[in-house]
């Protein structure tokens, strides 16, 4: 239901004249062992052909490598319809991210916790990792930024995305759009492409009333005068 509804609102946005807006969507792997999961998904892109290659869809949980043919021809249905595919590791290694190139995903997310020691070791693997995954094609996103010194790090990698609770913590909704304004300042400046922007529930509003909010609220911070994308996170099964 969550995607269907995200398909039709990026619809009402894209007839709106507003291009260019993606979504990303945290999809869990037990949905993937539904028997009519992929069908259902397939028919939704079907009559959202436009909409559907807007979608990230972000796996929250490892892929086993003994199922790596299963999962290959599942993707390989959904890419048809240009939807993209985003895995994540936390322990990333060669063998996984030759996995992640026969799956033919287009995106892989590594977890900062490489750089949690003071070993250079540690810090020249993640090196490795980010390298490796831009030569074989895929966008590189950092988790886990969680101080200064880790960011500063990241960013010598030249990433395409970071993530953590150093860039955006739990915020209230009255201050959500100032405390915004500032972080894609901010992103800005350090020349990070990418925001993202986990709203939360709805809490009192209703969803309709939710949804108008975050958009009225996005239509404040964004300008032509920032080269910053902010990204919605929603959260798996939801």
């Given amino acids: 239901i969550m995607i269907e509804q995200t398909l039709a609102k990026l619809k009402e946005v894209r007839e709106a004249g507003i291009v260019n807006v993606n979504m990303a969507i945290n999809i869990s792997l037990r949905h993937f062992q539904r028997n009519d999961f992929i069908d259902r998904l397939c028919a939704m892109f079907e009559n959202h052909k ?37 895995v994540s590791n936390l322990e990333i290694k060669h063998e996984v991210l030759d996995m992640f190139h026969r799956l033919n995903v287009d995106e ?16 020249s693997v993640l090196k490795d990792i980010v390298v490796l995954s831009k030569d074989l094609g895929y966008q ?17 990698l030249k990433v395409d ?11 209230e909704s009255d201050k959500l759009v100032p405390f915004l304004k500032e972080e894609v300042r901010r992103a800005n400046q350090l020349g990070i492409k990418n925001v993202v922007l986990h709203p939360g529930a709805s809490v009192d509003y209703t969803k309709e009333v939710a949804i108008q909010n975050i958009i009225d609220g996005l239509n404040q911070i ?12 929603t959260m798996a099964g939801k």
């Fill in 108 to 123: 892989v997310k590594v977890s900062a916790s490489f750089l949690d020691s003071n070993s250079i070791f540690k810090e």
């Fill in 222 to 233: 964004l300008n032509n005068n920032i080269d910053v994308t902010i990204c919605l996170e």
């Fill in 161 to 171: 995305m970071v993530q953590g609770n150093y860039l955006a913590n739990v915020v």
């Fill in 50 to 86: 436009e909409e559907a290659k807007c979608i990230m869809l972000q796996l929250t949980s490892n892929i086993k490598i003994e199922k790596i043919e299963n999962y290959k021809v599942m993707f390989e249905k959904l890419r048809k319809y240009g939807v993209r595919i985003s």
């Fill in 140 to 156: 590189v996103v950092i988790t886990r930024i969680e101080d200064e010194k880790t960011l500063e790090k990241v960013l010598k």
